[in-house]
């Protein structure tokens, strides 16, 4: 009846007179259900069915039911004669691929001139979180931009033009950090087992090929710090150069990591600080000489130091030679140190007691970019979830291909945009973001245009009708969700966060352009795919019998009958799951200052950057040249050879009863040798070596050290008038530590140690020529000495030096004579 009714008022109101094809066929094929629909979104339109009786409409309708066709019938043809059209929808109806095509070009253009003209950078550093619009924070990111520049090799025209000449050098660097964590010996990481495997580890890192060519490239003057570089297995691992004989004291350590044995911990620490390198190798709280759990971590260095051109040369070159170099540091990273300082190669040397970590210049922004990378195919996979989602719905490979491309390029868009408009080039790696949520605000877009381009069939004949109407009510509803999601993002503006700000500001604008590109070129496609020979390839819904009920509308039938019987129950069932969840995010709640990170926990900026925190780079400037390769060790009894260039002095030691450490006073034991000289000699030269003090004050000099002098063996026949005892008070000079250790039982100590030199007036010929003297003090080891030394009487400093704190001048000094743990109270 509504159908024949249909074309009877379609006659009369001047429309057509035959049923139109898409509409009541597809009002009235469906379930029983839809009169009601029809019947409410009508009284929505044009108001609610006039009260008429059935016989005042026309004598063939007797009954309600035929006068409620009646009435639906006429106020839905009403309805579609009455849908006001829009230059903007007649236009887009009449030529949907002109527009399409029109609004792809503009796009294409926008992007193909925007990125190709617009410098992109990405922003890949997670402390650009922590800048904000405080002055102190601006004052230091300043004063960082300004440091980093420095790498470029700028300098100031003063500097330039008086030392033209210089070159100017651009470092890399490279860390490796060694982790124990599997049961160690009492060395821990320092023993000898682990000292070889980490040099036989970098011997094998630096044959790789890639290694060697970058080796190679940096200037000859600092190659050695890339090659061997510097590493602790080094210091602890030295090939020793003993003299033939029976000592066992090395004269001199060739620092090359090839020795059989390690060397004491307590020597190789103490070369490593005479070079400055100590706290470069071992964490800066642990200490070698108190009695301290060995450490866990070990780090080694290897600096790239490339020549990039003098200060003469123009900043834009030497610039240009630094991006070269750092490209060139980049293919090193992914070809060489994955590879050669990756897991595989970490358990092939070590198994599983030693974790190998790493990091270097700029390797953050590297491992940045491999993560993205490695992300790419999750986000190919979330991509095809959502061309297959739309798929499903729109039922169009076409509008499931085009709807997602076109919200992803208004993140490109957005880009170009901001360029140049507002002149921002550099994107934060957060932005990246809007690649996924443009994607998901695009899909709310889509859908909400297709619906309704699917609902219009029954509102509307023409094509611009339907538009008009799909517009009015599709633009309504996203732009109201696209807007005050937008706003949303622009809020973020108010934060003093500059990168939370700019992110916030991009993302506004992201969403607005995702809406546009939808709007105006995703609208056009959909007509097209409708009402072309495109909608041929489109899977179309089966047609539906009155009285053909699926399971699906079977299964959604009951579920929802389910829930309306038991909306009670789930009402409670949600509110105490919704309860329990807060409970738990509040016992659980863990507050984080840390900076945002994409990294798992066990990764190389996350746990290698942690442990780097333990290491010390203070003396390991730009300026700073490779440590000596070998250094001299000196025999602490041989007063012949000078001390100047030796980086320890080292003996075979004896234990003696333990005696409390070197305080400022106590007693010292003492062994002389004396020496000869010709009767015709004036002057007896003493040479006396104290092993403990660092420093001892004037007065002790000279009324400790000058009385112990002038008694004991050789000291009958000679004198020290007044000026040789002024002497005596500034003759003491600081000796390099004492390293003794005993073979037997591998006692060592490391000690400081003092030299006193004093002359003494001989009375007659045959007067004692002068001694060497050396004086144990506090210590529960003592070099061997031959039968050419005999001991003297104890030095006694008893408790007068705690009286010297009131000497101003003294003062200093007194401090430096109270040793490592500071003086009594």
Not at 223 to 250: H, K, M, N, W
Not at 533 to 557: C, G, H, S, W, Y
Request: glycine share 6%.
């Amino acid at each position: 009846n509504r159908r024949n009714l249909h074309c009877q008022f379609a006659a009369m109101m001047g429309l057509s007179e035959q049923e139109p094809a898409a509409g009541p066929s597809y009002i009235f094929g469906g379930s029983s259900s839809s009169s009601s629909y029809y019947k409410d979104t009508t009284s929505d339109l044009v108001g609610e069915p006039e009260a008429v009786a059935p016989t005042a409409i026309s004598p063939e309708l007797k009954t309600e039911t035929e006068a409620e066709d009646y009435r639906f019938v006429r106020n839905d043809i009403v309805r579609r004669k009455n849908i006001p059209c829009c230059c903007c929808s007649i236009c887009i109806a009449r030529r949907p691929c002109t527009c399409a095509m029109i609004g792809i070009a503009v796009v294409a253009t926008i992007l193909g001139v925007g990125l190709t003209t617009l410098p992109f950078e990405i922003e890949t550093n997670f402390d650009s979180f922590l800048i904000t619009d405080v002055e102190d924070s601006m004052r230091l990111a300043a004063f960082n931009e300004a440091v980093s520049s420095r790498s470029l090799g700028t300098t100031r025209r003063l500097q330039a033009t008086a030392s033209s000449g210089s070159t100017i050098y651009n470092s890399k660097d490279l860390h490796i950090v060694y982790e124990l964590v599997g049961a160690g010996g009492p060395t821990g990481i320092l023993s000898t087992k682990v000292l070889n495997q980490i040099a036989a580890f970098e011997q094998r890192f630096r044959d790789l090929d890639g290694y060697a060519a970058l080796c190679n490239q940096t200037s000859e003057k600092y190659r050695g710090l890339c090659d061997p570089g510097l590493s602790f297995a080094q210091y602890g691992l030295p090939t020793l150069e003993i003299a033939e004989g029976e000592t066992v004291v090395p004269s001199a350590m060739k620092l090359d990591g090839r020795g059989w044995d390690s060397v004491p911990l307590k020597a190789a620490s103490l070369v490593a600080e005479s070079h400055g390198v100590r706290n470069l190798f071992i964490p800066e709280e642990w200490d070698a000489r108190e009695d301290m759990d060995p450490p866990v971590a070990l780090q080694s260095m290897f600096r790239f130091r490339f020549a990039i051109g003098s200060a003469a040369d123009p900043i834009t070159e030497r610039s240009k030679r630094t991006r070269k170099i750092t490209e060139v540091w980049h293919k090193f990273f992914l070809n060489v140190v994955l590879d050669g300082l990756g897991e595989q190669m970490s358990r092939e040397s070590f198994g599983d007691d030693i974790k190998v970590w790493f990091d270097g210049t700029g390797f953050k922004d590297f491992e940045v970019r491999k993560a993205v990378l490695q992300d790419i195919p999750l986000a190919i996979g979330s991509g095809i979830f959502v061309l297959i989602y739309m798929f499903c719905h729109t039922r169009s490979v076409i509008l499931a291909f085009m709807g997602p491309t076109l919200a992803v390029l208004s993140v490109p868009l957005t880009f170009v945009l901001c360029g140049v408009f507002f002149g921002t080039t550099t994107v934060s790696f957060a932005n990246f973001l809007a690649i996924f949520l443009s994607v998901g605000f695009g899909a709310d877009v889509m859908f909400v245009y297709t619906d309704i381009w699917e609902d219009s069939v029954v509102h509307a004949e023409s094509v611009s009708d339907r538009l008009a109407w799909t517009y009015r009510r599709a633009v309504k509803a996203s732009l109201a969700t696209t807007s005050t999601t937008a706003l949303s993002f622009l809020c973020n503006m108010a934060s003093v966060i500059r990168a939370l700000r700019q992110f916030g500001f991009f993302m506004g604008f992201c969403v607005l352009n995702t809406w546009l590109l939808i709007s105006f070129i995703y609208v056009p496609i959909l007509i097209l795919e409708h009402t072309t020979f495109l909608a041929k390839i489109r899977i179309q819904q089966r047609p539906r019998e009155k009285n053909d009920v699926t399971l699906k509308d079977m299964f959604f039938e009951a579920f929802a009958e389910r829930i309306y019987v038991f909306r009670y129950v789930i009402m409670v069932i949600l509110l105490l799951f919704f309860g329990t969840c807060v409970g738990l995010s509040v016992i659980s709640f863990q507050y984080d200052e840390g900076v945002v990170t994409i990294f798992p926990e066990h990764h190389n900026q996350n746990r290698g950057v942690g442990l780097l925190t333990q290491f010390s780079e203070d003396g390991i400037g730009s300026t700073f040249q490779e440590p000596p390769r070998s250094v001299k060790v000196c025999d602490p009894l041989d007063y012949k050879v000078s001390t100047e260039n030796c980086a320890m002095l080292w003996c075979e030691a004896l234990s003696v009863e333990p005696q409390q450490k070197w305080q400022g006073n106590g007693t010292c034991q003492c062994k002389r040798k004396l020496n000869d000289c010709h009767e015709s000699q004036d002057w007896a030269h003493v040479m006396l070596r104290m092993v403990g003090p660092s420093a001892l004050p004037a007065s002790a000099l000279l009324e400790t050290v000058g009385s112990h002098l002038l008694s004991g063996p050789g000291s009958e026949q000679v004198t020290m008038e007044q000026e040789q005892l002024s002497n005596l008070m500034t003759s003491q000079t600081r000796l390099p530590e004492l390293f003794q250790q005993e073979w037997e039982s591998g006692d060592t100590s490391l000690t400081s140690a003092i030299a006193v030199e004093a002359y003494m007036q001989r009375l007659y010929p045959n007067a004692s020529c002068g001694w060497e003297e050396i004086c144990f003090c506090g210590s529960y080891l003592q070099c061997k000495t031959d039968e050419n030394w005999t001991e003297v009487d104890s030095m006694e400093f008893g408790r007068r030096l705690q009286q010297l704190e009131e000497l101003p001048d003294e003062r200093e000094l007194y401090d430096e004579a109270c040793g490592f743990s500071g003086c009594p109270a």
